[in-house]
């Protein structure tokens, strides 16, 4: 071991105190900024605030056609009552869409590239004229109108969404619906190619979802292909989905891909995972809670405060009748 | 291992998730649901503190660098300040500051109840968490009261595994976590020999 006699090292040489204390603080804030950028960045990763902006473009072929359909908006979009329609925006970043994420604000991302052309959907089931549907072909059926509907998830928040679309009625009208047809299923798409997250397992794929013959006959049930006078974008259900707007979210089943009549209450997603939670109807009701949170009110996106949740989302006047006589507690 | 420098690393880090929150609202860039956005985050960092203050022991134990015991205090208080923004948030975002309706979710949904419970074990333990009240409490009585950490942590993961509706991944990642720390714990107990150096 080498012991240097102490004159090898000139005083001169001997850094400085005050120089040594200075690396140290400067090789500690060194350290500390590096770690709080790499924790920043973790945050970043896993916490996305999501509006990551997805600027939409529209799908490709019949973006056109269909804003050549839609009547000149003047006065911008509200629903009859006056409530405003919430943002472009907002509309499509905030999306359940178990198909591509569970993120609601992480489906516009992975959804950015659904190839929705060609697209075909199947009518079957107890009709006269059973028929395959190609898209555009199928959108012809009925001019497309603007309809501003509130829209109420589950999960107790709402919007106010400007669809573009026709009544479910003209097409079941078009292949001729048999007497004996009592409810409707739909089906959407199952090819986990394109909708990356079937392959998990959170639910059991593909999802359906079901309507008494009157449901679907009711001239407030829409199917959509459109917002804001533009196509659907993919997260909101490309290139076409249904809209039932006194009901739960969950039921306004996206990217449809056939639709079957039949003469038994049809199975559906969410009752088949839950049936405790999630009933076939589904009607918006401020009085019956769902077992994890109350039905009373409900966050509007856009607003602060929250509101209180309308009997069948407003819409009590026109469709109440459907389900005079029934217990809607028992049949929620 | 210079302990105040080790301190003010794991100060400075613990603050920056909820300091980016901070800035992302200023900026109104959570999302389309900013109340819900940071009532869920709040809650996850609530979770992520809990873990990480119940994983120094073992960690420190397995990694043999017996100082990181100076680190519990901060993970537990930051637990407890997340636990605290996450129930204000609810109380005033999703309840409007009304008390009958608070009261009513915390008994008829199970998971309001386990989110409360937890919250409410927290409150003794942050308040006991000053040297003062170790010596006040007595080490003995001190290490007992605060076994109560376990307790609130099960609770909280339980918490948010019945909130999700469908994809439990995160939840049951917790789960799975805190299943280890806590049966660390039990071998410990029961088992001693099966880990060494116990005594570090």
């Known amino acids: 071991m080498l012991i240097k006699k102490p004159e090898e090292i000139k005083s001169g040489e001997i850094t400085d105190e005050s120089i040594y204390h200075n690396r140290r603080l400067f090789i500690r804030g060194a350290v500390l900024a590096a770690t709080a950028s790499a924790t920043g960045l973790l945050y970043r990763k896993l916490a996305s605030p999501g509006r990551e902006k997805i600027s939409n473009t529209p799908t490709p072929t019949s973006a056109e056609s269909i804003a050549n359909q839609t009547a000149n908006q003047t006065g911008g979009y509200a629903t009859p009552g006056g409530e405003k329609a919430n943002d472009y925006d907002d509309i499509t970043n905030y999306n359940n869409f178990y198909e591509f994420s569970t993120g609601k604000e992480e489906v516009a991302v992975k959804a950015k590239n659904f190839i929705t052309r ?97 449901e679907a006959m009711h001239p407030l049930t829409l199917l959509a292909a459109g917002l804001y006078g533009k196509a659907l974008p993919p997260q909101n259900g490309a290139p076409l989905r249904l809209v039932v707007p006194w009901k739960y979210g969950y039921k306004s089943i996206k990217s449809i891909v056939k639709i079957q009549l039949t003469d038994k209450q049809p199975r559906t997603t969410w009752n088949d995972v839950a049936p405790d939670e999630y009933g076939f109807y589904s009607n918006v009701n401020p009085s019956v809670s769902h077992p994890r949170w109350s039905q009373a009110n409900e966050r509007r996106i856009g607003e602060w405060g929250r509101r209180d949740t309308l009997m069948f989302n407003g819409y009590a006047d026109q469709v109440a009748g459907l389900y005079s006589g029934m217990d809607l507690k028992t049949n929620y | 291992m210079d302990i105040k420098f080790a301190k003010q690393i794991v100060f400075i880090n613990s603050v920056v998730p909820i300091a980016l929150l901070g800035w992302d609202a200023y900026h109104h860039r959570l999302g389309a649901n900013p109340q819900e956005y940071v009532l869920h985050t709040t809650g996850t960092l609530t979770l992520v503190f809990l873990t990480l203050s119940l994983a120094v022991t073992p960690l420190r134990i397995a990694l043999k660098l017996p100082w990181m015991i100076h680190l519990r205090r901060m993970f537990g208080l930051f637990a407890f300040f997340h636990a605290a923004t996450h129930m204000l948030a609810y109380v005033w975002f999703d309840k409007s500051f009304k008390l009958t309706a608070i009261v009513k979710d915390t008994f008829d949904r199970p998971f309001i109840f386990l989110g409360m419970f937890a919250f409410i074990i927290l409150i003794p333990l942050a308040v006991t968490s000053t040297n003062g009240m170790v010596r006040r409490l007595g080490g003995q009585n001190w290490n007992r009261l605060h076994k109560l950490a376990y307790v609130a942590a099960i609770s909280g993961v339980l918490h948010y595994y019945l909130l999700v509706k469908a994809d439990t991944r995160i939840p049951v990642t917790f789960g799975i976590v805190l299943g280890i720390l806590l049966s660390y714990r039990l071998i410990k107990r029961y088992f001693p020999r099966l880990i060494q150096s116990t005594r570090s």
């Open chain 1, 118 to 214: 060609p697209w075909t959907v199947e009518v079957a089931g107890l009709v006269n004229k059973p028929r395959t549907f190609d898209l555009d072909d199928l959108l012809k059926i009925a001019p497309l109108e603007d309809r501003v509907y509130r829209f109420r998830c589950v999960e107790a928040w709402s919007m106010v969404i400007p669809w573009l679309g026709f009544p479910l009625q003209k097409l079941l009208d078009a292949v001729e619906p048999l007497s004996s047809a009592k409810y409707v299923q739909f089906f959407t798409l199952y090819d986990p190619k394109r909708m990356p997250n079937q392959r998990s397992a959170v639910l059991p794929w593909p999802y359906f979802e079901g309507l008494r013959m009157d």
